[in-house]
């Protein structure tokens, strides 16, 4: 079975600071690996993905991921954040024999301060 | 694509009663999935269709849930004799099938259905 671990619960940053969201993930085979956002009032979306290839993936908005097989890890940076990013980030994972399923971490609930 | 809809955005329902949701996938996406997401936890998987099959369920799936893509276009999942247990907000997702192998599909979001079971 997937699992996904978000160790920071809540995140408080104060604006052009920089940023970086803890996911481990548990999985024996490949993975593919995601992060989701979700700003106030609105549904969940794509930040990034990692399938294969260069394990330093960028996405939109200044984000980055970076996958460490040998630390199960795909964590989330953002050199200087906005008050913009204020947001519930999740971590998500889909293994190569878990079907279509994703199994999402708890989540991030980061604030930035103005 | 004009997104993921999802009808209802709101339902508060008694205990005991029925509720049936609909989601309208984007438009040419083959798959849809709904999950569940209670607060402070992320989305839990429930089901996922292929076309109008359903391939996967998850055993959070109770014998009150079911869900039905007859056309293979939009699904609705039905959940009879709620439960308080049963509040979340229930979220839906498509994708179109990856023609990469080992590459999962992108799944895209609704904006859910919040369910209160009074």
């Known amino acids: 079975a997937q699992s996904v671990s978000q160790h920071n619960h809540h995140v408080i940053l104060s604006e052009a600071a920089s940023l970086e969201l803890g996911c481990n993930y548990s999985?024996?085979?490949?993975?593919?690996l995601f992060w989701y956002v979700q700003y106030p009032g609105q549904h969940l979306q794509l930040l990034l993905k990692?399938?294969?290839?260069?394990?330093l993936v960028k996405g939109i908005k200044g984000f980055e991921a970076e996958f460490i097989k040998s630390k199960f890890s795909f964590n989330l940076r953002k050199p200087s954040v906005q008050w913009s990013d204020t947001a519930e980030y999740f971590c998500?994972?889909?293994?190569?024999?878990?079907?279509?399923?994703?199994?999402f971490g708890g989540g991030t609930r980061l604030m930035v301060k103005p | 694509d004009t997104g993921v809809s999802q009808n209802p955005r709101h339902k508060i329902t008694k205990r005991g009663q029925n509720v049936t949701f609909r989601c309208d996938p984007i438009?040419?996406?083959?798959?849809l999935y709904w999950y569940r997401q209670t607060l402070g936890q992320g989305p839990e998987f429930l089901t996922y269709f292929q076309n109008e099959a359903q391939l996967e369920k998850s055993r959070l799936l109770s014998d009150r849930f079911s869900a039905e893509r007859p056309k293979g276009s939009f699904s609705t999942l039905e959940i009879q004799r709620t439960e308080q247990g049963d509040s979340a907000m229930y979220l839906c997702?498509?994708?179109?099938?990856?023609?990469?192998?080992?590459?999962?599909?992108?799944?895209?979001f609704g904006p859910g259905t919040r369910l209160t079971v009074l």
């Open positions: 999985y024996g085979g490949t993975v593919n």
């Open positions: 990692y399938f294969s290839g260069d394990p």
């Open positions: 438009s040419e996406h083959n798959r």
């Open positions: 998500a994972v889909n293994g190569d024999n878990a079907g279509n399923m994703l199994t």
């Open positions: 997702a498509s994708s179109r099938s990856s023609k990469t192998s080992g590459r999962s599909d992108t799944q895209y």
